[in-house]
């Protein structure tokens, strides 16, 4: 009987925040694109802020999938690829509407959009970064594990050859008791003879 898998809690609070975090930034991303105000800049500053803390969230989400199971695991990198997807889409938009509020502002405006820029660029190359290290570290997992269960095979194997032997051995005592029975048979008729 198998106890049913569950995710953890642990993946289940970063997949809270992760929601909570993209509806706010959803939120942002909406009112930049109605009113061009003042206060975009703060808005633009509070988007990277929030981008920043769903990527957190994924990469959390991700480890934490990465302790299950086979075809469980898989089933939760395909939600996270999800909402992958779906950060990008948001990072999309909002690096439009940056474009088009460069277009529109004047050259102090333009200036601190071109930083907001390099700050999303910044957390791009971080992003690709992180995903190579973890590429890196799945497949030396997925090499430790090759080595473990080519370890398992080779003790299974010792231990069929070491299970062989000793029932080789008792047959070989058997074959010995025998044997002496009959030496000591023979000797007794000898005696007779002699």
Known sequence: MHSKITVSEMFRSYEQDYKVH?????????????????????????????????????????????????SYKKELMETIKQYKRDMAKVKKDFKQFQL??????????????????????????????????????????YLAEQQANQISI?????????????RKTQQIREDLGESNDLVNIMKNRMRWFF
């Open 100 to 141: 088009d509020q460069q277009e529109d502002s004047s050259r102090d405006r333009l200036f601190n959009d071109i930083q907001i820029n390099k700050a999303l660029l910044k957390q791009d190359d971080r992003l690709i970064r992180q995903t190579l290290e973890q590429e890196a570290a799945k497949k030396t997992g």
């Open 22 to 70: 993209m509806e706010s930034v959803t939120y942002e991303v909406l009112k930049i694109s109605k009113d061009r105000k003042d206060d975009t800049d703060k808005r633009f500053s509070k988007v990277c802020d929030e981008l920043q803390q769903i990527e957190q969230c994924i990469k959390f989400m991700e480890l934490e999938a990465s302790t299950f199971p086979g």
């Open 154 to 166: 080779n003790l299974h194997s010792q231990s069929i050859i070491l299970d062989n032997s000793i």
